[in-house]
């Protein structure tokens, strides 16, 4: 190990040595072990992001999850609607594949395509005011998963910017993030296709 408190002592991976590495994959597990934490900070800091709408990035991600919940929706398309937008910050122009990336070790894979596939989908409720093509999403149509992108869009992500409608607050989900989050990443059993 280095001199330098709790630090290995190579520079370059390949001179690492097993102590070394068994040393890392310990804090890699308890940090990946911390992945919801980091999360629920990253969904709060969305309460001061994108200006314009009458609701916060927050707020629209509550109303999502919320709203999904209401329509029955299981736990993982729920916490998918909570999450959706969360890469609005740092990934503003491709914020659907930031998010998909961060579900895709826990969530079946058609969760997966639809918060993947939403940024292009939602675009048929507002990209002709820009002068662009609202109808790419039907290049999908013949998916599996083309309705159930559809429904999340329509019911969950477009209809969620109403500043008075009854949310539930970030707490209320924090235990289903959790749940989805503490499942093995990968695990075949979950990503299996329906």
Not at 57 to 70: F, N, V
Not at 100 to 115: D, S
């Amino acid at each position: 190990m280095n001199t330098v408190a709790n630090a290995v002592s190579f520079t370059q991976m390949k001179h690492g040595t097993q102590e070394e590495y068994v040393y890392l994959l310990k804090l890699e597990h308890d940090y990946v072990h911390a992945l919801p934490d980091r999360l629920l900070t990253a969904l709060r800091r969305l309460g001061d992001s994108l200006e314009g709408y009458q609701v916060s990035r927050l707020e629209h991600s509550l109303q999502s999850a919320t709203r999904a919940e209401a329509d029955g929706a299981d736990i993982e398309t729920i916490v998918a609607a909570l999450l959706h937008d969360l890469g609005d910050e740092l990934a503003p122009e491709n914020h659907s594949q930031y998010a998909a990336a961060i579900l895709r070790p826990y969530v079946r894979a058609e969760v997966t395509w639809i918060v993947e596939m939403h940024g292009l989908f939602q675009m048929q409720y507002y990209a002709h005011h820009y002068g662009k093509d609202p109808d790419g999403y039907l290049a999908h149509r013949d998916h599996p998963w083309f309705e159930a992108c559809c429904r999340f869009c329509e019911r969950y992500d477009q209809a969620s910017f109403d500043p008075h409608y009854p949310s539930k607050p970030l707490a209320y989900f924090e235990p289903m993030l959790r749940e989805v989050f503490a499942r093995p990443a990968f695990d075949p059993a979950i990503l299996k296709e329906a």
